[in-house]
């Protein structure tokens, strides 16, 4: 079940940022610690209650000119529609009703996803409860009125964001065929692999329409077994404003990832791992799915005996949060190495859903913390009591310890690589969540 995908719109300063950052408090901090996950705060995931979604946040260049305005906010506003479940449309009752305002609400009206109407800066009920109500001349709805900088009023604007969740909710996860993401810059070859799957005699074909994202996902089926593969380069319009790509071009990856099972990153050979790269396969990483990387037009490569291990290298190198990714050199040209790319598929969505028993879990780890001391501090020294795995996609493991403290990281991955010696899980990332616990408990 993919989380539910809230995207906020609206003019520059109305203060999208600012509710942005309240509704994801800290936890953005998460994304940061990755290394190469992009710094820009684009997506966050919030819970309130017991439902958890994904903010995003649309907003990009702050324009100068009111024309300009209105053209951004329609390039937003368009992401929003295509990527989102939700959408919230900003304004700002100091400012009050705005043209743009009215012909961007025109817009998401028309294309019948649920949007919530919010009126911010609003540090006075009293006060500006009058100004509030001109928002309804929009046509989209009643007003929330609320003040993202006071925090005022936020609850009752979740509360009517996630009355929109259930309608949508499983709709399209009912199936257990996987989802597998083609993700990675624009002109990579993303859609030329699609294609060329597509091409082959062995497959079978079947788009879907109207899934409630406009991704193309198409249904495909391989030596008999069934995939769904989603496209994100399906999307991109043209004549788009160059530095804008960019950022859209992350959100839609952001949406597509989400709903996958296995993401296949794309990678040109003739360019090499990139910075755009890396803050692709961050997110991939960081919401721990299963990924493939595979290197396209490697038939345009000058080889000699070395060039797969040095580019292999580099790739390591850059992504290196992510040992675990597998690698393979594609054409999606040539179709070369098509048949290797859907094994490995196979066995990352086997690695992600793989479970092991607690008894032979613990083998390991007992084993693992003979072989290296768990660390101490000031005399004190960690204590592991037991392990177990409490899910799949990703796996998911909690470890019990005397003092969370002393776990260090450094330790925890020590522990994830014996486990993976043990048992794979090849493509896929692992979570360990450390629990404290007395002695004797």
């Known amino acids: 079940m993919s989380k539910p995908i809230v995207a906020i719109v609206g003019r520059p300063n109305v203060g999208k940022s600012t509710l942005f950052n309240a509704l994801a408090g800290e936890r953005i901090s998460i994304v940061k610690d990755t290394p190469g996950v992009t710094r820009d705060r684009i997506y966050a995931e919030v819970t309130w209650l017991d439902k958890t979604f994904t903010m995003i946040d649309t907003g990009g260049i702050e324009p100068e000119s009111k024309d300009v305005i209105l053209s951004q906010m329609r390039e937003q506003a368009q992401i929003a529609i295509d990527t989102a479940d939700v959408i919230v449309f900003m304004t700002d009752v100091k400012q009050g009703l705005v043209d743009a305002d009215a012909k961007v ?4 009206r028309r294309s019948n996803k649920p949007v919530v109407l919010v009126v911010n800066k609003v540090d006075s009920f009293q006060k500006f409860m009058m100004d509030t109500y001109e928002f309804y001349n929009l046509g989209i709805g009643e007003p929330v009125p609320i003040s993202a900088a006071s925090m005022l009023g936020l609850g009752d604007m979740l509360e009517k964001v996630v009355a929109h969740f259930d309608e949508h909710a499983g709709e399209e996860e009912e199936s257990d065929i996987p989802k597998i993401a083609v993700v990675g810059k624009p002109n990579v070859g993303k859609s030329s692999l699609i294609n060329k799957i597509l091409g082959e005699d062995r497959v079978i074909v079947s788009n879907i329409a109207g899934t409630t994202r406009d991704a193309i996902d198409t249904l495909v ?102 040992p675990y990714a597998e690698i393979m050199f594609i054409s999606a040209q040539t179709g070369q190495r098509i048949p290797k790319l859907f094994e490995t598929i196979d066995m990352v969505l086997e690695n992600q859903t793989l479970r092991i028993q607690t008894g032979v879990l613990n083998e390991i780890v007992t084993e693992a913390i003979a072989m290296q001391q768990p660390p101490s501090d000031k005399g004190k020294r960690l204590k592991i009591f037991y392990t177990t795995q409490v899910a799949v996609k990703p796996p998911t493991f909690v470890i019990f310890v005397n003092d969370k403290e002393l776990m260090h990281f450094s330790y925890t991955r020590y522990l994830e690589n014996k486990i993976r010696e043990a048992f794979g899980f090849k493509g896929t990332s692992l979570k360990f969540i450390i629990r404290e616990r007395k002695e004797g408990e």
């Open 105 to 108: 609400a025109d817009m998401l």
């Open 221 to 322: 089926e391989y030596n008999g077994k069934e995939y769904t593969f989603i496209d994100t380069a399906g999307l991109r319009r043209k004549n788009k404003i160059k530095e804008e790509l960019e950022r859209y071009s992350i959100i839609r990856t952001v949406t597509a990832v989400e709903r996958a099972d296995v993401v296949v990153m794309m990678i040109d050979a003739t360019e090499g791992v990139t910075e755009q790269d890396a803050k692709i396969a961050g997110i991939a990483h960081d919401r721990g799915k299963g990924v493939v990387i595979a290197v396209n037009k490697w038939d345009a490569i000058e080889k000699n005996d070395k060039t797969i291990y040095k580019f292999t290298n580099k790739v390591r190198e850059t992504l290196s949060y992510m």
